[in-house]
């Protein structure tokens, strides 16, 4: 989703400009834009599509404006008008002298564009952001002075925003606020680098302030000023980044999905560590700050999340109830914020995100720390928006996830419900103590499990390019695993475009099972427990249709080659932990499809990897 860049200093604002946008790439944009203060006034660049094709416009004439050391940037992810050049970012006021770039959408936009533009003011783009441009030019033009035309006209504003502002008449300033999206200002020596997301500053440093909503900060190429929305000027809490330069390299993998479907065992590794002391001892995971009594009056879970982390949800749904005698509910962020949910004290909320910018996401998990339940938070950025709303934080330390497809963070996210599930079924001594320690026995060897799948890609490799061209795609299974297909087929929709839907396999014959034909491939994902043998029988209702049969097993039989086209054999492993296995070989099909009908399998149109807008 969008990403916006500020750079103030002494180095060439397009070349932190350009450096930035690239390193917040991963959030998926369709056009970008930069515009910079020549000293005399202020030039704007913009294109549509890929950062190259901006990149091809400045290149010609980079000599000359290498000069200016104050801009701002954009990548645009559309909401409001189609993505084209004159809806990209930056946007002007009429007279061109005020420049902005936002992150967010303003809700009141239409109701404010009416006003202003019986006023006079003259609308290039269809955005709701021009509004702002106008908004804060016409307070300029009554106040003359930048931060205060900002605080002023930001009053007008509903909605969720991030903004950059210079003007033509203060060259040597840059104006950025925010309210309900993300923003961090980098502090260098004699300069400043705001932006979206870390990444983008990384490189210049690891001194850094996150901003507060309704915080205006004031930067000049020496000072920095941060005032609140009535002022009062603050001391901002200036952190050090626990972060290393982000080189977002690919390390020799074609994309970066494949070197994060890679990563996976090291990350399941690195999860456990500290965590499985021993069998016999208790798991130790610190992070839950609830205190024994509170985990033991525990009556409720809620688990907040969207697309590929309500799926790792879903997986919780399963292991807590079974483990914990807990009853959970699983709801997507986006219909849990417009419902009434019922919560009491001893209701725990769980937000669950990646990002941890995802806004619907952060408007539940604010919803119920209102009601007052403790929120646990489980994210791959302990710095999100979302991390600070947590009582309880689990950061699953994946690393920085580039491709727009989430796999390694869903991993990750699954092992971190693992070892809460064991966790508090401990605590409450509410599961059989031989399954506990059965299952921290084989948590520790499933790295290796994943790694054996890892090394035998070949033949998922020609199955996926045997059916790259199916219009269509069925993953069914049932009980745990039922998550794992809605996950595999999420996936393959994603990067491929292919129409893909999981279902489970019980719910086939209510419906789907009208769509089976020669033409439709149905992936079973049938894992040895207590519903092997009904996957299998919904498995012959499919073949008798006609459908292709492609087996995912963790099952050694000869019978399955009469059913099945095609099998994947997968690593034993107890059936509560099977999501953790059967999800590789669907990302590797997915990854193996997409890269087959030659998609851009790490930037797929239309996605954004933080989607910070509800
Ligand atoms: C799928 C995918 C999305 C995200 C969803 C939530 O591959 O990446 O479905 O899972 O947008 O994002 P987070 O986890 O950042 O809240």
Known sequence: MCGIVGYIGYRSAIDVLLNGLTKLEYRGYDSSGIALHNGKHIDTYKAVGKLSNLKDIINPIKSELDKSTVGIGHIRWATHGAPTTINAHPHTCNCGKLVLVHNGIIENYQELKEKLEKEGCVFKSQTDTETVAHLIAKEYGKLHNLTEAVRVATEKIEGAYALCVMHQDEPDTIVATKRNAPLVVGIGENEFVVASDVPAIIDYTNKAMYLEDNQIVTLTKN???????????????????????????????????????????????????????????????????????????????????????????????????????????????????????????????????????????????????????????????????????????????????VSVAATKSYMAQLVAFYLLAIYIAEIKNSADKELLKRLKKELIVLPEKAEEILSQETPIKKIAHKYANSKNFIYIARGINFPTALEGALKLKEISYINATGYTAGELKHGPIAMLDETLPVLSIMMKGKVYDKILSNSEEAKARNAKMIALTNVTDDNLKDLFDDIITIPETDEYLSPILAIIPLQLIAYYIAEFLGKDVDQPRNLAKSVTVE
């Not at 977002?248 to 690195?270: A, C, D, T, V, W």
């Not at 399963?318 to 009434?340: G, H, L, Q, T």
């Not at 209701?347 to 990646?354: A, E, K, Y």
Request: proline share 3%; charged share 25%.
């Open 223 to 401: 000072s920095m000023k941060l005032i609140d929305k009535d002022n009062h000027e603050l001391k901002g809490k200036i952190e050090v980044l626990p972060w290393e330069p982000v080189a977002l390299s690919k390390m020799g993998y074609k994309h970066f999905m494949m070197k994060e479907i890679h990563e996976q065992p090291s990350i399941i590794r690195n999860l456990l560590s500290g965590k499985i002391t021993g069998l016999n001892e208790p798991l130790n995971l610190s992070e839950v700050k609830l205190d024994k009594d509170a985990v033991k009056d525990l009556n409720r879970i809620q688990i907040v999340a969207c697309g590929t982390s309500l799926h790792a949800a879903m997986v919780a749904k399963y292991i807590i109830e079974d483990f914990c005698n807990i009853a959970v509910d699983v709801e997507p962020s986006s219909e849990y914020i417009y419902r009434k949910t019922v919560t009491d004290k001893n209701t725990l909320v769980i937000g669950v995100s990646q990002s941890g910018e995802t806004a619907d996401t952060i408007t539940a998990v604010r919803q119920s720390k209102e009601k007052g339940s403790h929120i646990l938070i489980i994210t791959n950025r302990p710095d999100s928006t979302m991390a600070r709303y947590a009582d309880s934080l689990i950061s699953v330390c994946a690393g920085i996830e």
